[in-house]
């Protein structure tokens, strides 16, 4: 059974909305047209490279010198969008205008809230398409572009699981989560051969 809600307390920090940006990233949750943008300037450009190659040899010049402005263009376009596929750029994440002030936290069968010194808001699960979770955060993952995340140290231990369990409840298979990992009965036992 999941609690009528759990409620928890942490500051925004750079650093970690960063991390949890890095996050989004490595569950491939960023923002995709930057990825087929930078994939389709890519193909521009090999298609240039394999237009000049396979012209006649007396074409070449003038083909080369047609599509130069084409291949400067796509090296600036690839270049500009591999700097912002960068992970340390967060993406889904922007900075807190009262960064030095707490976010208040509550999830509840009926949705997400957060409430800082500059506002509140209030997300019906519908707004939402899904959980990750990773070491040190949890994602909960918009319908459209971002997420919000959750540091995982600022949730009691206690209060991890009643989270998976509401979320899983919430999202069913989109809710990749961890389980509580299993006590080691032996954890530092070395074994010899006899």
């Not at 009528?4 to 990233?25: H, K, M, N, Q, T």
């Not at 070449?60 to 960068?86: I, Q, W």
């Not at 979770?133 to 459209?144: A, C, N, Q, V, Y």
Request: with cysteine; aromatic share 12%; charged share 20%.
């Amino acid at each position: 059974m999941n609690p009528p809600e759990i409620r928890f307390i942490f500051y925004w920090d750079y650093d970690v909305s960063i991390r949890a940006g890095r996050a989004l990233l490595a569950f491939r949750e960023g923002p995709r047209w930057l990825r087929a943008a930078w994939l389709a300037l890519a193909a521009a450009a090999v298609l240039s490279l394999v237009m000049i190659a396979i012209a006649p040899a007396e074409e070449r010049g003038t083909r080369a010198s047609n599509l130069l402005p084409l291949l400067f263009a796509t090296a600036c376009g690839l270049a500009f969008f591999r700097y912002a596929l960068l992970t340390d750029r967060a993406y889904a994440f922007r900075e807190m205008p009262d960064a030095d002030r707490p976010i208040t936290v509550t999830i509840t069968d009926e949705g997400y809230t957060t409430a800082s010194y500059s506002g509140s808001g209030t997300h019906p699960w519908t707004a939402f398409r899904g959980a990750r979770e990773t070491d040190e955060f949890i994602l909960i993952l918009f319908r459209g572009r971002g997420a919000y995340y959750i540091p995982k140290r600022a949730a009691p231990a206690d209060d991890l699981d009643p989270i998976r369990a509401l979320l899983r409840g919430q999202f069913g298979q989109e809710a990749r989560l961890m389980d509580a990992p299993a006590a080691d009965p032996h954890p530092s036992v070395a074994t010899e051969p006899a």
